[in-house]
């Protein structure tokens, strides 16, 4: 079975829809407009409940099937949020936002989820109840967790969730994916080591901050290559150095690290945190100097089931005629995260061709990927809970 016929006549329909989100983006949970256009066309559609404000602008709708005996209910997810960067495509439908752009591909994911949702509605060939899930805030929000704290999976009795990004350099509607862990947690970390200012003639008068942290900088290298498991990826990046002093003659009184830690273990995140910890209180000491760390908490990893990844995969085969099935993990971070560890499901990536890569102000969702995606949404309703 290739793509959907219904997708092909309903491709222009759907890019129109994508290209005017492009056009509007918005960003975190600021996705008023986005949110607005998706219920009006989920009631126009003839979805069977809307609701509005979930996850404060997250959007819910409910289709159910021609027949409701089997009692399953599937929760198909997109995010409708765009980054807070410059576009620099040069497109006739680009930002009309200085500073807000679509970077990601969410006004495709949303764009597409409004098509597969315009479709079931039409068809209902199922038996049971789809919920489509829009939220704001994937880009650093946690617009996923603030949905599932709104009950989310409770509230709809949602028993399985499955989500679907774009991903330059996979073939244009070609599919990938993988079981377990996919995306890595994604945790930050603030490190500002006190010492004491003074002369830059004059250090022995002086504790200097700026030393103890070039230390604290190498140390931090040492966990990946030396305490982690080599077969657990695992990235810890410094990536901003500051100093209380901008002078070329001032030894500065303290001077604060930034930086990220992505892991795709609990083992890992305990680790790393522990280590990162311990590395900066301990070298920041032994060269006379103090480090006070903060310690920010970001996405858990996410987590792909087994049994709806193989499913899944069934899916994207059956559309595209292959299916990639053991992707390489990325170490990006992904708020989907929070709705899989809530409920078994998957997360696919379907190919967006030779882009510029997703968070580049010369990326484009490519609308090519359309039918496919659409297919790949309402095939796994039809064959999940056949009628
Ligand atoms: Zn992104
Ligand atoms: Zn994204």
Redesign the pocket.
Known sequence: MPVKNRFAELQDEITAWRRDFHENPEILFDTHRTAGIVAEKLREFGCDEVTEGIGRTGVVGVIKGKASGSGKVIGLRA?MDALPIHEATGLDYASKTPGAMHA???DGHTAMLLGAAKYLSETRNFDGTVVVIFQPA??GGAGGRFMCEDGLMERWGIQEVYGM?NWPGVPTGQFAIRPGAFFAATDQFEITVHGKGGHAAKPHQATDPLVASAHVVTALQSIVSRNSDPDDQMVISVTSIESSSKAFNVIPAAVTLRGTMRTMSKTNRDLGEERIKALAAATAQALGCEAEIKWIPGYPAMVNSDAQTEFAADVAEAIAGACERDAPITMGG?DFAYMLEERPGAYILVGNGPSAD?HNPEYNFNDEAIPAGCSWWAEVVERRMPA
């Open positions: 995010d990601c591909g969410h994937e880009e990004h992904e997703v």
